[in-house]
């Protein structure tokens, strides 16, 4: 079964859901996406309607042509949508995908669903989906992030420097994070732990 086919699947725990995107998600993703602080460090600038409409059919997109396995993520403590991550970059000959693309609302930053998520996505790309190397990547100068990164076990690998265009002409400098199928039983065991708060993440 191919890892697109595997990651189409609800993912969940006592904290979070996280579920395949579907063009019914609209309007509730809408209602947590138009904070400027979210969009901050994105590739990606939504600041209108238009915007986001932009955005989320670029989503559905991804996920049905197979560029990426997008979900929604959902506060299970609350009921409501809180934001979406996403694996991407699907190298499934090499056994090595991408964890990103994730944001979440305002409300439901520092409280510990990153954490939930994450380790949501971890499980099933080491443990369903048989990944020997799972990456992230994050803006240089997006310190919350690369702080939650190094709270969830990933290791700082570099810097590529110049790697992509901003909105408004920046090129960004983009950190690389892994871990890795050999680290996975001892940073799960970290995960599962009472989550301790988290960075307030606004992109990843």
Same mark, same amino acid.
């Not at 499934?92 to 949501?120: Q, Y």
């Given at each position: 079964?191919?890892?697109?086919?595997?990651?189409?699947?609800?993912?969940?725990?006592?904290?979070?859901?996280?579920?395949?995107?579907?063009?019914?998600?609209?309007?509730?993703?809408?209602?947590?996406?138009?904070?400027?602080?979210?969009?901050?460090?994105?590739?990606?600038?939504?600041?209108?309607?238009?915007?986001?409409?932009?955005?989320?059919?670029?989503?559905?997109?991804?996920?049905?042509?197979?560029?990426?396995?997008?979900?929604?993520?959902?506060?299970? /403590?609350?009921? *409501?949508? #809180?934001?979406?991550? @996403?694996?991407?970059?699907?190298?499934? &000959? =090499?056994? $090595?995908?991408?964890?990103?693309?994730?944001?979440?609302?305002?409300?439901?930053?520092?409280?510990?669903?990153?954490?939930?998520?994450?380790?949501?996505?971890?499980?099933?790309?080491?443990?369903?989906?048989?990944?020997?190397?799972?990456?992230?990547?994050?803006?240089?100068?997006?310190?919350?992030?690369?702080?939650?990164?190094?709270?969830?076990?990933?290791?700082?690998?570099?810097?590529?420097?110049?790697?992509?265009?901003?909105?408004? /002409?920046?090129? *960004?400098? #983009?950190?690389?994070? @892994?871990?890795?199928?050999?680290?996975? &039983? =001892?940073? $799960?065991?970290?995960?599962?732990?009472?989550?301790?708060?988290?960075?307030?993440?606004?992109?990843?």
């Amino acid at each position: 079964m191919s890892w697109v086919v595997l990651g189409h699947q609800v993912l969940e725990n006592d904290h979070v859901r996280l579920q395949p995107i579907s063009a019914g998600d609209r309007e509730a993703m809408h209602a947590v996406a138009m904070d400027p602080e979210i969009w901050r460090y994105f590739v990606t600038l939504i600041e209108t309607r238009a915007d986001f409409d932009e955005y989320f059919d670029a989503c559905l997109d991804d996920d049905r042509e197979g560029r990426r396995v997008v979900y929604v993520l959902t506060d299970k /403590g609350s009921g *409501r949508v #809180a934001g979406s991550m @996403s694996f991407g970059n699907l190298a499934e &000959p =090499a056994a $090595r995908l991408e964890i990103g693309w994730s944001w979440l609302g305002h409300d439901f930053r520092g409280a510990g669903l990153n954490r939930w998520a994450k380790l949501l996505l971890l499980e099933h790309a080491f443990d369903t989906m048989g990944a020997h190397r799972v990456e992230f990547k994050t803006d240089q100068l997006n310190m919350r992030a690369r702080s939650a990164l190094r709270n969830i076990g990933a290791t700082e690998e570099g810097t590529l420097r110049s790697f992509d265009f901003m909105p408004g /002409g920046r090129r *960004r400098d #983009a950190v690389y994070y @892994s871990i890795l199928a050999v680290e996975w &039983p =001892a940073i $799960r065991q970290v995960l599962i732990s009472q989550p301790k708060v988290e960075p307030a993440i606004s992109s990843i």
